[in-house]
C-alpha cells in the first residue's frame, strides 16, 4: 500500500500499482467484492484497503500540488514586494519613497490574495 515503507521500492510500486487498479476499478462502479474477485483478494477487505491507500494518496498529492500552485502565484508578488522594499533601503529620504511605499503595499495585497488571506 503506499506510504509503508517495510519493503523495496519494486514491492511499493508494486502495491501502488495495485491500489490503484482497484480505486480505478472502483470508481468504474465495481463492489469491493468484484474487486476481490478480479484482483485475486481473499475478501472484499483488501479492495477496500487498497482503495482508501489510494484516495489517501491522491489527496496528498493533490494538496502538494494545491501547495504549488499557490507557491508559483505568489512568487511573482513576494519577488516585487521585495524589490520596492530593496528600493525603499536605497531611496530613504528623497521623494520617490511615497511611491515606492504605495508600490510595496500593493504588492502585499497582491501576494496575500495569491494566499487567499485577502
Not at 479492495?47 to 498529492?61: N, S, T
Not at 528623497?94 to 511605499?101: H, K, M
Request: zero cysteines.
Amino acid at each position: 500500500m503506499p506510504g509503508h515503507n517495510r519493503h523495496g521500492p519494486r514491492v511499493q510500486a508494486r502495491d501502488l500499482t495495485r491500489s490503484y487498479t482497484a480505486l480505478r476499478l472502483y470508481l468504474d462502479g465495481h463492489t469491493y467484492q468484484q474487486i476481490a474477485d478480479r484482483m485475486g483478494y481473499k475478501s472484499r477487505n483488501g479492495p477496500y484497503a487498497a482503495v482508501q491507500a489510494a484516495l489517501r494518496d491522491v489527496r496528498a498529492h493533490r494538496l502538494h500540488l494545491a501547495g504549488q500552485l499557490v507557491d508559483e502565484q505568489a512568487e511573482p508578488a513576494a519577488a516585487k514586494y521585495r524589490r520596492h522594499l530593496k528600493a525603499l533601503d536605497y531611496e530613504l529620504g528623497t521623494t520617490a519613497i511615497a511611491y515606492r511605499i504605495t508600490e510595496a503595499r500593493k504588492a502585499l495585497d497582491d501576494l496575500a490574495a495569491a494566499y487567499g488571506l485577502d
